[in-house]
């Protein structure tokens, strides 16, 4: 069973940082294609970023040269670097990967950014 758990939110004021992560069971992240979306309240979800089974990565025009995705295979996560926040980054934090067509989603981590 692919379980995802997203890690690492909370409360920060605004240019500063967090590190969050997604921490994965039942599936190896080990080249494998992995997405970050984040959702505000109200507002449609997002997506943020992603790392490719082959280690590339892309991330949203609103969060690029801020925040930096990257994988761990020892600890089998991949965690989402982010700095200088804004108050906009405010939002549910959110992991997914799809596997065999179907697609799996974590709960969540808060972010929020004060002024």
């Known amino acids: 069973q692919v379980q995802l758990v997203e890690s690492g939110g909370g409360l920060v004021q605004s240019g500063g940082s967090l590190r969050l992560s997604c921490a994965a069971s039942?599936?190896?992240?080990?080249?494998?294609?992995v997405d970050w979306y984040r959702q505000a309240p109200g507002k449609q979800r997002e997506w943020v970023g992603l790392i490719t089974s082959t280690d590339e990565i892309a991330y949203a025009e609103a969060v690029k040269d801020r925040f930096t995705i990257s994988r761990d295979n020892a600890r089998n996560t991949v965690d989402l670097q982010m700095n200088s926040l804004k108050l906009e980054d405010t939002a549910l934090y959110l992991c997914h990967v799809q596997l065999s067509g179907n697609h799996y989603w974590g709960q969540g981590t808060q972010v929020t950014v004060s002024p």
């Open positions: 039942g599936i190896s992240f080990n080249a494998r294609y």
